[in-house]
C-alpha cells in the first residue's frame, strides 16, 4: 500500500516539476533549485520514521503470537455446537430468532467457530491485520483528499499507533482483542465502519461515487445488525457530518458527503429495525428487563450518566493514550502540500473539534444507556470494558486529529524539533508499557491453555466412554465467565458444555457428592 497522497503528486513521491528538497517543509534548505542539498534530510526523516514504525507493529505481531493459546470459554461454548452440528445458517436462525437478533454479528461468528478451537487462535491475528490495513488506507485515502504529502512510513505509522492503542491500551485486553465473541460485537464493528469511509476517499468518476452510495447503505444495514453500540455511534457521527455541511456552500464534494451521509443513515436506520423487530432481540430485552421503558426511566437515565462519567474518567486518565496525540502531532509536524508549502488549520476546525468532542459524548451516552439495563452498575467497570470500544475508536482519532493541529501550529516554531523528538519517544514509550501488560496476559492465557487441554482431553475420553454426567473445573481468564460461577450458583454456560462435549450436563469438580462422585448442578442453559 502507496503511503503517498492524491493531487498531482506521484504516492510517496515529491510532486512533478518539484525539487525534492522542495517537499521537506522543515528543512530550511527546502527550496526550490537546491535539490541536492535538501535529499540527505530528506532520508533520514523517512529513516527514522520508518524505525519508529517497528514497536507498535512488533505489539501486533507479539499479539497475535500469542493468540496461539486463546481457548473457547463463556458465549463461545454455545456457538461451537450449534456451527458444528448445523453450520453458519443454524447460528444465524439462533441468533434472529432466539439470542438477539443479531443477523450479520452470527455471520461473523460462524466464520470463526467453523474452525472450532482453532478459529479462536487464528482471529486475533486475522483482526489485527484488518483493523491495522483499514486503518493505514483510511489514512493514506484522507491524506490524498486533503492533497498532503508526508514522509515515507508515515501513514503506516499513525495506523499502526491507532491500532496498538485501540486494542492494547483497554482496561480488559483479553475481551477486546483475543475474546472472538466480544470482538465481532464491539471491537470490529467500528473497524467495519472506518473500511466503509474508503469508496468516499478515493471516489473521483460518477461511477465510483455510486459504488460510495451504495457501500454506506450495505455498510449501514451490516453494523445495524452487528452491534447496538456501535449503529448508535456510526448515527451520531453521520449527523453531526450532516450538520457540520449545512453552513458551507454547495458542490459536487459537499453534495456527495450529503448524500453519504443520508446514506448511511438510511441503512443503519434498516439495519437497526430489523434487529429490533425480531424475535431475539425480543427475547434478551425480556429475558433482561431491557425494555424501553427500563432504559428511559430517570433512575436507568441517571444511573447510565454515572456510568458514564466513571467510564470517561477512567479513560481519560489512562495515559497512554497520550500516544495519539503524539502520533498527530508528528503528522502535523511533517505533513506538506503539494507544493511544499506549510499547511495551516483547517477552515472551521474549532466548531469542527466542538463538534466531534460532542458527538463522542453523546454518543458514548447513549451507548451506557442501552447496555446499562443489562449490566447494570458493573457497565463501568474494567470486565465490561469491551462495550467502550463501541466509541473508543473515536477517541483514539479525535486524540491524533488534535495532534495533527498542534504539529501545525507548532512547525513554525523553534521547538519544532524537540517537540519531533518528543513525540517519537512517547510513542516507543506507550509501546513499552502496552507490552508489559500483554507479556503477563500471555502467561496467563498459556496456563489456562494447559488446564484447558488437559480438561478437554479428559472430558473426551469420559464421553467416549459413555459417561453422560462428568466434573468440570472452572478456568477462569480476566473476569471471564465460566460454569458454577457466583460461589457453585450460576450453572451457565454448563449446559453447552455438555453440548459441546455430547452429555447430559457437567458438575463442579470443586463439589464432592455424598456418593464419591460429583454433586450435580442444577440450571438451565441461558445465551448472554
Known amino acids: 500500500m ?4 492524491a493531487g498531482s503528486a506521484v504516492p510517496g513521491q515529491p510532486d512533478a516539476g518539484q525539487p525534492e528538497d522542495a517537499q521537506d517543509a522543515d528543512d530550511p534548505r527546502g527550496a526550490p533549485g537546491r535539490a541536492g542539498r535538501g535529499r540527505r534530510p530528506r532520508s533520514y526523516t523517512s529513516l527514522w520514521v520508518w524505525a519508529l514504525c517497528l514497536p507498535p507493529l512488533a505489539l501486533l505481531a507479539a499479539a497475535a503470537w500469542f493468540g496461539r493459546s486463546v481457548r ?49 487462535q487464528w482471529f486475533g491475528l486475522v483482526s489485527g491485520v484488518l483493523t491495522l490495513t483499514v486503518l493505514w488506507a483510511v489514512t493514506v485515502l484522507a491524506l490524498r483528499r486533503a492533497r498532503l504529502t ?18 492494547f491500551v483497554t ?9 472472538p465473541a466480544a470482538s465481532v460485537s464491539h471491537t470490529m ?82 439495519g437497526a429495525l430489523v434487529l429490533i423487530t425480531s424475535p431475539g432481540s425480543t427475547h434478551r430485552r425480556e429475558r433482561f428487563g431491557a425494555g424501553t421503558a427500563s432504559m428511559t426511566s430517570p433512575e436507568s437515565l441517571s444511573a447510565s450518566l454515572r456510568g458514564f462519567t466513571e467510564i ?65 452498575d458493573r457497565v463501568s467497570r474494567p470486565s465490561a470494558g469491551r462495550l467502550w470500544n463501541d466509541y473508543l475508536l473515536v477517541y483514539v482519532a479525535l486524540l491524533v486529529g488534535a495532534g495533527v493541529l498542534l504539529g501545525l501550529a507548532a512547525r513554525r516554531a523553534r521547538a519544532a524539533v524537540p517537540l519531533r523528538a518528543a513525540c517519537a519517544a512517547l510513542c516507543v514509550l506507550v509501546c513499552l508499557s502496552a507490552a508489559v501488560s ?11 491453555a494447559e488446564r484447558w487441554d488437559a480438561q478437554d482431553r479428559r472430558l473426551r475420553e469420559g464421553a467416549a466412554a459413555g459417561a453422560e454426567v462428568l466434573p468440570y473445573e472452572r478456568l477462569v481468564i480476566s473476569q471471564m465467565l465460566e460454569p458454577f460461577g457466583r460461589d457453585g450458583a450460576a450453572y451457565w454456560p454448563g449446559g453447552c458444555v455438555a453440548d459441546y462435549y455430547r452429555i447430559d450436563r457437567v458438575t463442579d469438580a470443586t463439589v464432592p457428592s455424598d456418593d464419591g462422585g460429583r454433586r450435580p448442578v442444577a440450571g438451565g442453559r441461558p445465551r448472554r
Open 438 to 448: 500483554l507479556l503477563d496476559l500471555d502467561a496467563e492465557m498459556r496456563a489456562r
Open 72 to 120: 473457547p470459554g463463556a458465549d463461545d461454548w454455545c456457538f461451537l455446537p450449534v456451527v458444528r452440528d448445523g453450520g453458519i445458517t443454524a447460528l444465524m436462525g439462533q441468533f434472529y430468532f432466539e439470542d438477539n437478533g443479531r443477523v450479520a454479528n452470527a455471520v461473523l461468528v460462524g466464520a470463526y467457530a467453523e474452525f472450532q478451537v482453532a478459529g479462536h
Open 2 to 5: 502507496s503511503d503517498g497522497t
Open 312 to 376: 470517561a474518567q477512567t479513560v481519560v486518565t489512562t495515559w497512554e493514550y497520550v500516544g495519539a496525540a503524539a502520533v498527530g502531532t508528528l503528522l502535523g509536524l511533517l505533513c506538506r502540500r503539494g507544493d511544499g508549502s506549510r499547511p495551516g488549520p483547517p477552515a472551521r476546525w474549532a466548531l469542527t473539534v466542538c463538534a466531534a468532542v460532542a458527538a463522542l459524548l453523546v454518543a458514548g451516552y447513549l451507548c451506557t444507556v442501552i447496555a446499562y439495563p443489562v449490566f447494570q
Open 171 to 179: 482496561p480488559n485486553t483479553y475481551k477486546t482483542f483475543y475474546w
Open 189 to 270: 464493528p467500528p473497524v467495519l465502519a472506518c473500511a466503509a469511509l474508503l469508496p468516499l476517499l478515493a471516489a473521483r468518476s460518477r461511477r465510483a461515487r455510486g459504488v460510495a452510495l451504495a457501500v454506506a447503505v450495505f455498510g449501514g444495514l451490516l453494523i445495524g445488525t452487528l452491534s447496538e453500540g456501535t449503529a448508535i455511534v456510526v448515527a451520531v457521527l453521520l449527523v453531526t457530518l450532516l450538520l457540520l455541511s449545512v453552513p458551507a456552500a454547495a458542490g459536487p464534494s459537499r453534495s456527495l458527503l450529503r448524500l453519504w451521509c443520508a446514506a448511511g443513515l438510511a441503512g443503519v436506520g434498516a
Open 150 to 167: 508526508v514522509p515515507r512510513g508515515l501513514p503506516l505509522l499513525v495506523a499502526a499507533m491507532t491500532t496498538a492503542l485501540f486494542l
